[in-house]
């Protein structure tokens, strides 16, 4: 059974940091991309940065640019995303992503809430 993980987020002030983690059991991510969603509330689901297998390919939206990091460990299995510079508007759940034979396997988010 094929599950994925998400923790680390959490309340934090303006100009914060943050460090998402997502773990998956059942299958070796090596080879996937793996996407970092997240949603606010009355939002839809937007993608925040992608990752391919080999880490060569990264893709941020515009709106988190030079201030999240995707970055992944295979030997153990995980996939980050560091959040630095935080605002208001990054508050959302957050998912991790996994496309696996034609089926997309969702997390089941962790809430990060940036306010002072």
């Known amino acids: 059974q094929l599950q994925l993980v998400e923790s680390g987020g959490g309340l934090v002030q303006p100009g914060g940091s943050l460090r998402l983690s997502c773990a998956a059991s059942?299958?070796?991510?090596?080879?996937?991309?793996i996407g970092w969603f997240r949603q606010a509330p009355g939002k839809e689901r937007e993608l925040v940065a992608n990752?391919?297998?080999?880490?060569?390919?990264?893709n941020y939206a515009d709106s988190v640019k030079d201030r999240f990091t995707i970055s992944r460990d295979n030997v153990r299995n995980l996939v980050y995303l560091q959040m630095n510079s935080l605002k208001p508007e990054d508050t959302a759940v957050y998912y991790c992503s996994v496309k696996f034979r034609s089926r997309i396997y969702w997390g089941q988010g962790t809430q990060v809430t940036v306010s002072s």
């Open positions: 990752i391919s297998g080999d880490s060569t390919n990264r």
């Open positions: 059942g299958l070796r991510l090596d080879y996937y991309v």
